[in-house]
C-alpha cells in the first residue's frame, strides 16, 4: 500500500492526475488499514476527489452513536482541508486549531489555505513562514509553499521581500520537473513589476510566458493574457480595442469557472475608465475586506482624490433582462422591507441570512457546503444530511418570495445555489449592517414615546412598560447598531433616535 500511495504521490507531483485518478481506482478503500487513511485522503483531494477525501476519514473523525473518535493529528488536518476545498471554512479551521502542528506541520499550511481563501493575506503568510520553517517539511512542499508565500507577499505590497524570494525559486526550479512551478514563479514576477511601475519588464516575462502556449493550461494562459491587457491599460489607455479584448477574456473565464478573473477584469476596466457603476459593483460585489480596502487605496494612489462609496447598491440578480427600466420594484436587505407588499423578511432569520449569503459575493456562486458552514455553523459538517438542511432552509425562502409577492427565487443546479429575479427587482445591499427586527419595532416604539426627544433608560423602561435590564440591553443594542446616539455619562446618560 505505501509503494503504490507514494506512486501517486510522484504522479501527481509530475503533474499526471489522470494517471494518478487511474491509479486510486485500484484501490478499494474500506480496505486500507487506519495508518493510510490520511495519505489516502491526500491524494483524493490533490486529485479533485475531495469527497472520497471527506468519505475516507469521515467514520475516523465523526463516528456514529457513542464511539469515542481514534483520529490520529494527521486524520484531522486532512479531513480539514477537505472540509476547506469544499467551502466549510469555519469548521475545517476549528478542527485544525484543535492539533498542535509541532508534529503535524500541515496544519499551518492549511490554516494558510483557509486564509487565502478568506483574503487574508497576513494571517496566510505568517502560518506559510512558520510552515517553510518547520523541521519536518520535504523540499518539495517547502518549495511549493513559498511560491504561495511570494503571492501573499505581492498582496500585500511586501516588494524587496518577494523580489529575494523570486531569485531563490527561479534558481530551484529551473529543471524540467518544476516546469509548471517555474511558470507561476515567473507569473508572479511579472506581476511584482506591473505594481510597481515597470511595466516593459512585466511584459517580456508575460511574452515568455504566452509564447509557451502549447505547454500551458488555459487557466495559466488565461491569467497572463489577463496581465498583459492590464499593461495595455496602463500604457495606452482605455481604447475600444483593449475592452474589446478584456470583454473576450471574461467569456474565456466565465467558460473556465475563473471567477476571480472576471472581478480582476472588471476591477481594472472599472478602475482606468473611472466607471464608477462598475466600481461599485465590484466593491459591493466582494466579500472581502481586504480586497475593498485595496480598491480604495488603488483609486487613491491613481487620482489623488477619495473613492466615495455610497451606502446603498442596487444589485440585479440577473440584470441582461432589466437594463434601462426606469422603474422597477426593490427589497431591501437592510431592514428586510421590499416594495411588493407589507410582508417584510426578519433580518433577524434564518431565510434573511440565506439571502445575504445570495447576495454576497456578485461573482462567486454558492456552494451548499458554503451554505451549511456560514449557516448551521453549530452542526458538523455530513455528506447526508447537510445538502437537505440547506435544501429546507432554500425551500422556505422561496415560499416567503411566494407569499410575500416578490418576484425572486433561489435556485440550485448540481449543488451549486444562485439568485434568480422572475420580473424587474433590485436587491438594495447596504455599507450598514441589517437592523434586526426587535431593534426595528423598538426604535418604533421609542419614537412613538419620544419623538426627537432625549430620554434616559430609565423613562425607556417605564414608558415602554419592559425591564430596566431588557431596556438597557437594546438601547445598547441600538447604539451599535446605529439607530440612536448617546450623550452624558452615568445617571446623566441619555438617548435620543438617530436622524438618517
Not at 504522479?11 to 495519505?39: H, M, T
Not at 477537505?82 to 508534529?103: F, H, P, Q, W
Not at 416578490?406 to 449592517?433: D, G, N
Request: hydrophobic fraction near 35%; aromatic fraction near 10%; charged fraction near 25%.
Amino acid at each position: 500500500m505505501e509503494e503504490t500511495l507514494a506512486n501517486v504521490d510522484r504522479l501527481i507531483r509530475a503533474g499526471d492526475l489522470a494517471s494518478a485518478r487511474l491509479e486510486l481506482l485500484k484501490i478499494n478503500s474500506k480496505k486500507v488499514q487506519k495508518p493510510y487513511l490520511a495519505k489516502l485522503a491526500n491524494l483524493y483531494r490533490r486529485t479533485g476527489q475531495t469527497e472520497l477525501a471527506i468519505n475516507s476519514l469521515r467514520k475516523t473523525i465523526r463516528p456514529s452513536g457513542k464511539k469515542v473518535s481514534s483520529a490520529s493529528a494527521e486524520d484531522k488536518v486532512e479531513y480539514a482541508m477537505a472540509l476547506i476545498k469544499l467551502g466549510t471554512i469555519n469548521e475545517g479551521i476549528r478542527l485544525l486549531e484543535s492539533v498542535d502542528g509541532t508534529d503535524t506541520p500541515n496544519k499551518h499550511l492549511y490554516l494558510s489555505f483557509a486564509h487565502i481563501t478568506r483574503w487574508d493575506y497576513n494571517k496566510a503568510a505568517t502560518q506559510l513562514e512558520t510552515y517553510i520553517s518547520h523541521l519536518k517539511v520535504d523540499e518539495y512542499s517547502r518549495l511549493t509553499a513559498k511560491v504561495n508565500l511570494l503571492s501573499c507577499y505581492i498582496f500585500l505590497e511586501k516588494f524587496e521581500e518577494g523580489m529575494s524570494l523570486v531569485l531563490e525559486l527561479l534558481e530551484k526550479t529551473d529543471k524540467p520537473e518544476f516546469s509548471r512551478l517555474n511558470r507561476n514563479i515567473l507569473y508572479l514576477e511579472s506581476q511584482i513589476f506591473l505594481a510597481q511601475g515597470q511595466y516593459s519588464q512585466s511584459r517580456k516575462i508575460l511574452s515568455r510566458i504566452i509564447s509557451k502556449t502549447a505547454s500551458i493550461s488555459s487557466n495559466d494562459q488565461l491569467l497572463a493574457q489577463k496581465s498583459n491587457l492590464v499593461l495595455e491599460l496602463h500604457e495606452k489607455g482605455s481604447s475600444k480595442e483593449v475592452l474589446a479584448s478584456f470583454e473576450k477574456l471574461k467569456l474565456s473565464a466565465t467558460e473556465l469557472g475563473n471567477f476571480e478573473a472576471i472581478r480582476d477584469i472588471d476591477y481594472h476596466v472599472a478602475l482606468y475608465t473611472k466607471d464608477f457603476t462598475l466600481l461599485h459593483y465590484v466593491y459591493f460585489g466582494t466579500p472581502q475586506s481586504s480586497y475593498k480596502n485595496k480598491i480604495k487605496v488603488n483609486y487613491k494612489n491613481l487620482y489623488k482624490e477619495e473613492l466615495i462609496i455610497p451606502k446603498n447598491f442596487e444589485y440585479l440578480p440577473n440584470p441582461n433582462s432589466q437594463e434601462n427600466l426606469v422603474q422597477m420594484g426593490h427589497l431591501s436587505m437592510f431592514d428586510g422591507t421590499h416594495s411588493f407588499s407589507d410582508l417584510r423578511i426578519n433580518p433577524d432569520s434564518l431565510i434573511h441570512k440565506l439571502l445575504g449569503l445570495l447576495v454576497k459575493d456578485f461573482y462567486r456562486p454558492l456552494g451548499v457546503f458554503q451554505i451549511h458552514d456560514e449557516l448551521f455553523n453549530e452542526h458538523y459538517f455530513n455528506l447526508v444530511s447537510s445538502p437537505k438542511r440547506v435544501t429546507q432552509i432554500t425551500y422556505r425562502l422561496n415560499q416567503w418570495f411566494l407569499e410575500a409577492g416578490v418576484p425572486l427565487i433561489a435556485e440550485s443546479k448540481k449543488e451549486i445555489y444562485t439568485l434568480r429575479s422572475l420580473s424587474p427587482i433590485a436587491v438594495v445591499v447596504s455599507t450598514q449592517k441589517s437592523i434586526p427586527l426587535h431593534l426595528q419595532l423598538f426604535q418604533k416604539e421609542l419614537h412613538k414615546a419620544f419623538g426627537n426627544n432625549w430620554f434616559a433608560s430609565s423613562e425607556a423602561s417605564r414608558e415602554l412598560a419592559i425591564a430596566q435590564r431588557t431596556a438597557t440591553r437594546n438601547l445598547n443594542e441600538g447604539l451599535g447598531a446605529g439607530l440612536l446616539e448617546k450623550s452624558g455619562l452615568g445617571p446623566k446618560t441619555r438617548f435620543k433616535i438617530k436622524d438618517h
